[in-house]
């Protein structure tokens, strides 16, 4: 029966080709990492490393070991990283990050149920949309919208849908505009877009598509500024669904061309790493997909 700590000592020698940076990563002595190696070829009878003065290779039986023995010995620490985890109580800080609208709407109503489930956890809440770093700033992240590509981890956790809406007021002063196209004589608000162009707002119905370019007549930077703005009768914007639906209801907002459907946006959490999660973070994570996942919101 092979040992584990043999198998480990020998993917991360293999891995960092240096017995010295593998005893030094692993926290051992370079003799012990060296006995583990040398007792794991005696169990299998071949030699695994190509030893010199000044480098470690392997040999073609340690390259076939290495490419067999990494996934049985990632998915082992998984399981483990679950139970110590699962069995481990949340406690101490929390850094979430996620968008102001998002933030305020839908997170801050969620989160004091979070806290009563773990009293021994504080929560840093930063609510901006800016990429932060989720090692230095953020241990974990809720974002709308694509996510560049990374070494992060991340689960969607629905589709947000979207809708194009106006204000009452704006209507009686400027008029209901008799057609999509009409868009680009009327008044927009929207956030700016990549290399200070318009966004292009694509709708499709039954099949079709139409993708207008309209430059706003005001340009914020912040989702929940569109919102406040279209509902103060400034022009006509997009807005999603979880801001826009009470506002139907209320009255404050009315949908234009609903016949016509928008892209939706998904909603993701992003963490660091999915092995080596604190118990903090991994309460979180399976908090948010309990309370927030699903296919769409449906709105």
């Known amino acids: 029966m092979f040992d584990l700590d043999d198998l480990r000592a020998f993917k991360k020698v293999a891995v960092m080709r240096s017995f010295a940076s593998a005893a030094r990563a ?46 049985i010995l990632g998915a082992l620490e998984d399981a483990v990283d679950e139970i110590r985890s699962s069995t481990s109580i949340p406690h101490g800080s929390l850094r979430v990050t996620t968008g102001v609208g998002f933030g305020i709407n839908i997170l801050a109503t969620e989160l004091p149920e979070f806290l009563v489930r773990y009293p021994g956890v504080t929560v840093s809440l930063d609510l901006s949309s800016d990429m932060k770093d989720l090692v230095a700033d953020a241990d974990v992240a809720i974002r709308l919208g ?12 629905r589709t947000m849908t979207r809708h194009l809406c106006v204000a009452p007021s704006y209507l009686e002063r400027r008029g209901t505009p008799a057609s999509l196209e009409e868009i680009v004589e009327h008044d927009t608000v929207e956030m700016p877009g990549a290399f200070g162009r318009p966004r292009i707002w694509s709708f499709t119905r039954n099949g079709e598509t139409k993708n207008l370019e309209i430059p706003p007549r005001v340009c914020v930077n912040e989702a929940l500024a569109v919102y406040r ?19 139907f209801a209320s009255g404050q907002l009315v949908p234009l061309f609903p016949e016509w459907s928008l892209p939706p946006v998904d909603v993701n959490i992003v963490f660091a790493s999915k092995r080596e999660l604190s118990p903090n973070v991994r309460a979180f994570v399976d908090f948010v997909k309990e309370r927030l996942g699903a296919p769409n919101d449906e709105e």
């Open 26 to 71: 692993l926290g051992l002595p370079r003799s012990t990492v060296s006995r583990n190696v040398a007792r794991l070829e005696r169990e299998l009878g071949a030699r695994l490393f190509q030893r010199t003065t000044r480098e470690v290779a392997l040999t073609p039986t340690g390259e076939a070991l290495l490419e067999r023995c990494s996934g």
């Open 146 to 157: 694509p996510l560049p590509d990374s070494a992060l981890v991340s689960a969607r956790l």
């Open 229 to 247: 703005l279209v509902t103060s009768g400034a022009g006509i914007g997009i807005i999603s669904g979880y801001l826009c639906q009470p506002a």
